[in-house]
């Protein structure tokens, strides 16, 4: 195993640089690189069948860790947690001669978590937080908690919109201590339980992905981190309607994936409703405003006053040509009311048919 100064020097690699597996001989040239973690670095490379992520490390034991939770996540689901796995080789480094164990594994294009939320708005958070619960349901059925569940180990594929793992270097097997992790995404930072490897530490690093999701610039732990948690929570609106849930994240009350995906669809259901509501009270609102009992009062009294005074009142369709013009536009504006109603009710049910499609 190297240490820390010689694995930089080895695993650093240039643009252009090419690098050949000593066994399989496949061949794969650095393009740019795209992340580095405590074991590795990770590299867009061009091989044979175009771009792939090929991951780099000085640390034998954790690329062979890997490459099984890898292989681990295309049992699970056909590789749609994490992915694929391409290839496993060592390469001989031509200046140093050193052997350097590495991987090659799909390259998953997309937005990371936090730019897509950035770019597309807050109402996707509802929606890949489920995700990201389906995901770690499956995973944690087959032994494994993710560990350093954060959001740059998570993009956003598109077309259809879907949820990956990228960068499954603190995956553990459950009952293990965690191996990596992140202060802000670790309840022990916060005092709120231990790095043991279990579902409820991936679901408390959830609760705080949607934290952090409305607070990207992270905040620090200050005295008592649980507290400091749910005053968080109870002061921005978004986080404050999905309050339940993610108190109870963040306390380690749910023991399963399974059950925080079906309150926090219970939450955004409730949520839905409530606006379908407020929007509804508005329109019969908006509907009531358009007859004023003053207006035909006044044509009224104008009307008896003419007729006392002996001046002709105008009869048929000249008598009401002004009041049917200001009903017309009344009219005119309660369609509007309608047709925004319904354009709202339609928006429900695909969000309805999505999160049943492909969530479910």
Not at 199 to 210: E, G, R, T
Not at 228 to 242: F, G, S, T
Request: glycine share 10%; with cysteine; aromatic share 10%.
């Amino acid at each position: 195993m190297m240490n820390n100064t010689s694995m930089n020097q080895t695993c650093n690699l240039l643009p252009g640089t090419v690098v050949e597996g000593k066994w399989h001989h496949n061949k794969y040239r650095i393009v740019k690189p795209l992340g580095q973690g405590a074991t590795g670095i990770v590299y867009l490379a061009e091989g044979r069948s175009g771009l792939a992520a090929l991951k780099v490390s000085g640390n034998s034991m954790s690329i062979t860790s890997e490459v099984n939770v890898l292989k681990h996540f295309s049992k699970v689901q056909g590789s749609s947690l994490g992915p694929a796995l391409v290839d496993v080789d060592d390469w001989i480094h031509p200046r140093t001669g050193e052997r350097v164990p590495f991987y090659v594994m799909e390259y998953i294009s997309g937005k990371q978590y936090l730019d897509f939320i950035s770019n597309q708005g807050m109402e996707w958070i509802g929606v890949l937080t489920v995700q990201l619960l389906s995901n770690l349901e499956e995973l944690h059925r087959a032994g494994w908690v993710f560990g350093d569940l954060k959001p740059e180990n998570l993009m956003v594929a598109e077309r259809p919109v879907k949820l990956r793992f990228i960068d499954v270097g603190g995956t553990t097997l459950n009952g293990r201590s965690i191996k990596e992790f992140t202060d802000f995404f670790d309840r022990g930072y916060w005092g709120l339980g231990t790095r043991r490897a279990e579902p409820s530490y991936d679901l408390f690093a959830a609760a705080m992905i949607v934290i952090n999701s409305v607070h990207p610039k992270r905040f620090k732990k200050q005295d008592e981190g649980g507290r400091q948690l749910l005053e968080v929570i109870q002061d921005h609106p978004y986080l404050r309607k999905h309050s339940a849930v993610l108190k109870k994240a963040l306390l380690g009350k749910y023991q399963y994936a399974a059950d925080m995906k079906k309150d926090f669809l219970t939450s955004l259901y409730e949520q839905g409703s409530a606006a379908q509501k407020q929007q509804k009270s508005r329109v019969q609102t908006g509907q009531a405003q358009t007859a004023k009992p003053s207006q035909v009062h006044g044509r009224q009294s104008r009307t008896s006053k003419q007729a006392k005074a002996g001046r002709p009142v105008p009869s048929g369709n000249a008598a009401s040509h002004g009041p049917v013009r200001v009903k017309a536009k009344k009219r005119s504006r309660a369609g509007g009311w309608v047709e925004t109603i319904m354009i709202l009710a339609a928006l429900c049910i695909i969000y309805s048919f999505y999160v049943y499609h492909y969530l479910m």
